[in-house]
């Protein structure tokens, strides 16, 4: 029997090798998993819909273009997606990555949410809404191991 592809989306966090550490493992178990993302290159990101559409003067029409251009890619991969995977980095403020684990809620998607512990109690709405919440993204590959292959066995 043909095993199902999955398709896992992975939000938030654009400061750490966090996808990097999931696609190595992913790769390293051999799991039938394809992965997708925004656009993680931060300039490209913020200035899409004024590179593409025309300049503003006003940055908050700057900025609103480029939200608006990012949603097609964002919402088409995640309306396509098996399972999404939120990332909250405690660095930086990822509002991004809130709004992407309240469409994927609400689009009825699995959710797994991956951060610090030192961050539960600040997400701890957004965790109510996850199917799990990770620690590191090694934790991640375990549970696509489990939900691909309904599998313990240990994974890199």
Same mark, same amino acid.
């Given at each position: 029997m043909a095993q199902q592809n999955w398709t896992v989306y992975l939000s938030g966090e654009i400061h750490s090798d966090w996808r990097e550490r999931i696609q190595a493992g992913v790769t390293q178990a051999g799991l039938p998993v394809t992965l997708v993302a925004p656009v993680t290159d931060h300039g490209a990101s913020d200035d899409c819909g004024v590179n593409i559409l025309g300049g503003e003067d006003n940055p908050?029409?700057? @900025?609103?273009?480029? *939200?608006?251009?990012?949603?097609?890619?964002?919402?088409? /991969?995640? $309306?396509?997606?098996?399972?999404?995977?939120?990332?909250?980095?405690?660095?930086?403020?990822?509002?991004?990555?809130?709004? @992407?684990?309240?469409? *994927?809620?609400?689009?009825?998607?699995?959710?797994?949410? /991956?951060? $610090?512990?030192?961050?539960?109690?600040?997400?701890k709405e957004v965790d109510a809404a996850a199917m799990a919440v990770a620690e590191d993204p090694a934790q991640v590959v375990q549970l696509l191991n489990y939900a691909v292959n309904g599998s313990l066995d240990a994974v890199a």
């Open positions: 908050f029409w700057h @900025d609103h273009k480029g *939200a608006k251009v990012n949603a097609i890619r964002t919402r088409t /991969l995640m $309306d396509k997606s098996d399972i999404v995977v939120v990332r909250f980095g405690d660095k930086y403020k990822q509002w991004n990555a809130a709004f @992407d684990a309240g469409y *994927a809620a609400a689009l009825g998607k699995p959710m797994i949410v /991956l951060h $610090d512990p030192a961050l539960t109690h600040a997400l």
